[in-house]
């Protein structure tokens, strides 16, 4: 009685410190596979000796139930989620979450009973890529303004940076607020799906746009992208009366 007792406590330790610190990326809309291999005593593990529990705490530490597996049966709570079934028989009991959301992102924890407890967390982190929506053309007309708008949408996580860059012939420099050009960004909104948008613009004066036209660059920082991202319009001067 003594050795078990041990040897329970034992691998609830290892396998609670030794995974606490298992990461794992992915992107919205993606399958991923969260891993969960334990030993089991006998070769052929007994359907009614074991039990499977697979919750997963949120961002908000709330928990969740993901799949359970006791006296045989299987019971789903998150749609577009498997154990197989035949893995389990082969001591594995990783899950599969297709099509992946916001919502999944937190740390996932499987309780497997052989009736040894063995236990594995993994920490999801779910990521959207910016779609960054800029005109490819623009004139200003002579002696007045012009806003550009750059519109950064179904973003996450909502750290999001958005730099403006103004490009001559011979010249690339950074635009901020001046007597000729002023950049405004808004706050992040949230969309339902829990990504974020963003919309930055700059204006311009016509006095800023020399007669061969200048490029507005809108550059987005994000940890979707190993490096920035740009897109740039062309600015070009229109004659008042033309
Ligand atoms: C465990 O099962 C998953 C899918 O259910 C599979 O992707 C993975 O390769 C398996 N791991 C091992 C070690 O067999
Ligand atoms: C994936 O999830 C999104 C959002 O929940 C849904 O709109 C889309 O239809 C799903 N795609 C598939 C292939 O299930
Ligand atoms: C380009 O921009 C730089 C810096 O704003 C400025 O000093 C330079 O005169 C500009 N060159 C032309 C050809 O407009």
Redesign the pocket.
Known sequence: MHTVRIFLLAAVLSGGSADSSRKLSVLV?TDVTVSCLFDALNQLVEWSALTVEWNMVDKHAQKNMVYTFEDGKAHVSRD?SVVDRNGLLRSNASLLL??V?VADEGLYTCRVITPVVHIESTSLEVLARPSVLLPEKAAVIEGEEKTILCDITGFYPEKLAVTWYIQNESHIVQAGSSPLSHVCTEMAVNNP?STFNIRSSITLHSSAVKSGGIKIICQVDHSTYISPYSKSVTLTLQGKFT
């Open positions: 809309g577009n297709r099509n959301t799906d």
